[in-house]
């Protein structure tokens, strides 16, 4: 934590900087994934119902996004990527960014605890917490391990989308995060490579500023191959159709073969790292499509 970003901080913020906080870029994936586990429950629910419950899902997000810009100004400080944002840049005061985070959690939780049910608010009460506490505060800081665990977090909507549906979790709603926890180590391991030297200017554990490249690729590889099974396994199972099926055989056909590349690739201190961006690219357009397919299966193709 840090008490310099908020010495030369230069108020007030905008609406901008209140947005930036929720980090709405992930924002879209984390709503887009909830959204479709909501549409792929076998209940349908009431479309004024349905959009509260995605709205709950993105302010919760963004709440998370927010504790988590509060509670790592420092480490924001440090990062070029980072660098811009409000807490660092001194567009806005710690204090303001914790209030807002507070108020936005508990708004989010209320608001599905009372038009919605208790499943679904308490799953979306954990992923703010794993966020927060078990990823941002406990072990980003202290393990290359940290985004396995901690990763869980963004795992979590499908199921609070299906909850919401339903009111309970079933095998779908679990196959459905464990696709995503296994997705999130290649997603992020693959940005981790070519933004390595941000990453240990903070002093942040990343894997390959602690176990090098080598072993990062290798994991990478390793974590790939239960994600592509995760992803698949819904169709031998019955709980989604023949489209979903062979648009999973495709989309992960790819999805390995660009893992592949990174790794069994070793590379030199001057790389552009090309196929390590393509596969991070990739994976985020991979998790759209996926998502995107079961929804087209369930309602058109059922
Ligand atoms: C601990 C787990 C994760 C880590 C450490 C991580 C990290 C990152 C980082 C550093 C970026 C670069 C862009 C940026 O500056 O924000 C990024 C991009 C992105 N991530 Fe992840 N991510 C994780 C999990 C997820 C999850 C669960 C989702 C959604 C399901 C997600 C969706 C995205 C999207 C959509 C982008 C592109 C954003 C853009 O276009 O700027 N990430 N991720
Ligand atoms: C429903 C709900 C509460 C979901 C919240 C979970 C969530 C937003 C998951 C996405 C994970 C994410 C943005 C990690 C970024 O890592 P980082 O924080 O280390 O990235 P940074 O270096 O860009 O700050």
Redesign the pocket.
Known sequence: MTTSAAASVSLPADWRDFLALT?P??M???VF?GLCGMLAAPVPIHPVLGFTAILCIALGAGAAGALNQWYEADLDSKMR??QKRPLPAGRMDRQSALHFGVGLAGFSLALMYFAINLVATIILAVSILFYVFV?TIWLKRRTPQN?VI??AA??FPPMIGWAAATGDVTLMPVLLFAL?FLW?PP??WA?ALFVKTDYANAGVPMLPVVAGERSTRLQIGLYTLPMVAAAILPWPLGLAGAFYGWSAVALNALFLALAALVTFRSSGADDAMVPEKRLFKYS?FY?FLMFGALVVDRWWLA
Request: aromatic share 10%; charged share 15%.
């Open positions: 980090k870029r992930v879209t994936l984390v994934t990527r980072t990823y985004i901690g990763g963004g795992a995503i999130t997603h992020f940005l985020i998790l």
